[in-house]
């Protein structure tokens, strides 16, 4: 069996008989010199709550810290898109360096820079207009703090970064334990009244219980990865690139322990599980879905240009069509398939 390659993306493109010219649209008809008429399969689902059109999701980064990103996210054809997290008080962030490229992705030691709450409702109210859910990403030290996030800012969901692993007092530092994973969980579901996921660390000896955890708080769904917790150093001086240290990894390199993330979630828990963590490609989506991810989140790829959601759902598309499969079908088919 070869491995996936992500440089090839010939599913991802329909060539018409009549002129050759390459389509990339989806749920569009294709009329063929024989006057055929060919559908692109449907990828709108609803998960954990929303309604969205693909599967596709910006992940929460860079990239959400403003409105207008946002919107352009929505408008390059993510189906839904994770603001940067936001707490309670304005923060600065660590000192620079706070990203390195490394091989098979970045290592980024933002430590949670952001204006507060109170000063970002109108980037999503931007981002809103883009016509795609709008997932606010929030964190804080203590299940009061998230709940006072949640009751004071709108948005179409909430996604509770409990797994960040470079900021003290916040992210995994909660995250990596289940009872506060559920109170947590909990705090926010009684403060607010839109679906709520939890985005769960992989620094852990078992991943399925702070899923547990999740569901049993009331978690509309989870998500699973955030970054691995990481290091690199410059050998010439001796020191630490990053200057927190330490950091996380994103990008191609952690996908595979993305995928068994996914897949142990998706055999444990009740609700649905929204795969990040190296998806770079249609052929990455779809190992994600395979595991029994419901929709995905794209990051580290953006670095590639907003074209990537756009050949992703392309890609997903194309490959349902010459499967004659839907997406409710090859959720999970690894699981099915595991005997």
């Known amino acids: 069996?070869?491995?996936?390659?992500?440089?090839?993306?010939?599913?991802?493109?329909?060539?018409?008989?009549?002129?050759?010219?390459?389509?990339?649209?989806?749920?569009?008809?294709?009329?063929?010199?024989?006057?055929?008429?060919?559908?692109?399969?449907?990828?709108?689902?609803?998960?954990?709550?929303?309604?969205?059109?693909?599967?596709?999701?910006?992940?929460?980064?860079?990239?959400?810290?403003?409105?207008?990103?946002?919107?352009?996210?929505?408008?390059?054809?993510?189906?839904?898109?994770?603001?940067?997290?936001?707490?309670?008080?304005?923060?600065?962030?660590?000192?620079?360096?706070?990203?390195?490229?490394?091989?098979?992705?970045?290592?980024?030691?933002?430590?949670?820079?952001?204006?507060?709450?109170?000063?970002?409702?109108?980037?999503?109210?931007?981002?809103?207009?883009?016509?795609?859910?709008?997932?606010?990403?929030?964190?804080?030290?203590?299940?009061?703090?998230?709940?006072?996030?949640?009751?004071?800012?709108k948005a179409d969901a909430f996604e509770l970064n409990l797994s960040c692993p470079h900021a003290e007092k916040y992210g995994s530092e909660l995250g990596r334990y289940p009872d506060l994973v559920e109170s947590v969980t909990g705090a926010v579901k009684a403060a607010s009244d839109v679906p709520v996921w939890v985005k769960l660390t992989p620094n852990t000896a078992d991943i399925s219980e702070l899923g547990l955890a999740a569901q049993r708080g009331g978690a509309d769904a989870v998500?699973?990865?955030?970054?691995?917790?990481?290091?690199?150093?410059?050998?010439?001086?001796?020191?630490?690139?990053?200057?927190?240290?330490?950091?996380?990894?994103?990008?191609?390199?952690?996908?595979p322990v993305a995928v068994r993330c996914v897949y142990e979630l998706a055999g444990s828990l009740d609700i649905p599980v929204i795969g990040v963590g190296g998806v770079s490609c249609w052929q990455d989506a779809l190992e994600m879905i395979m595991a029994g991810a419901s929709a995905v989140q794209v990051g580290t790829a953006l670095i590639g240009g907003y074209g990537v959601f756009e050949e992703i759902n392309t890609g997903l598309a194309s490959y349902l069509e010459r499967k004659s499969m839907t997406l409710k079908d090859i959720c999970g088919l690894s699981w099915r398939r595991r005997n």
């Open 223 to 255: 998500v699973a990865i955030n970054t691995l917790k990481a290091m690199a150093i410059d050998i010439e001086s001796g020191y630490p690139i990053l200057g927190n240290r330490f950091g996380g990894l994103s990008g191609a390199a952690i996908k």
């Open 1 to 153: 069996m070869s491995p996936i390659n992500c440089s090839d993306r010939s599913p991802g493109s329909i060539r018409t008989e009549a002129n050759g010219i390459e389509e990339n649209s989806i749920n569009k008809p294709f009329i063929f010199s024989s006057g055929s008429i060919a559908i692109m399969p449907s990828l709108s689902t609803h998960v954990g709550g929303l309604d969205l059109k693909n599967p596709v999701l910006l992940a929460a980064g860079i990239l959400g810290t403003t409105g207008a990103s946002l919107h352009r996210a929505a408008a390059a054809g993510a189906g839904g898109v994770v603001t940067k997290s936001v707490g309670s008080v304005p923060r600065d962030g660590h000192p620079g360096p706070t990203i390195v490229s490394v091989t098979g992705g970045l290592l980024n030691a933002m430590g949670l820079p952001n204006p507060s709450y109170r000063d970002f409702q109108g980037e999503i109210e931007i981002a809103r207009s883009g016509g795609v859910p709008v997932i606010a990403s929030i964190f804080g030290s203590s299940a009061v703090e998230f709940a006072q996030i949640a009751r004071g800012l």
